[in-house]
């Protein structure tokens, strides 16, 4: 078991970065997220029950978004390795 597999992720519209609660996430600020490879979505981070600002936004084990990372075709192809 790693540290990360109680982490759950979201990939949220770039759009909807304004809507974030910084507070609620691993991440600090919009300059620590990662976007994807087209920069249309940013990925989040947190533990814990889903923040209301991420109600109706799928969520990712980190394993799920390990497999991202690998996939060729996928949106966070080499955009991050975790």
Avoid at 31 to 49: H, K, M, P, Q, R
Avoid at 51 to 69: C, K, N, S, W
Wanted: aromatic share 12%; net charge negative; charged share 25%.
């Amino acid at each position: 078991m790693s540290d990360f597999d109680s982490f759950k992720y979201c990939l949220v519209n770039s759009d909807d970065i304004s809507k974030v609660v910084w507070e609620k996430v691993h991440q600090e600020s919009a300059s620590t997220v990662i976007f994807t490879n087209d920069d249309s979505e940013f990925l989040v981070s947190y533990e814990g029950s889903k923040p209301r600002f991420l109600y109706g936004i799928d969520v990712h084990t980190h394993a799920q978004v390990r497999e991202m990372t690998k996939d060729p075709s996928g949106r966070l192809y080499k955009a991050i390795s975790i």
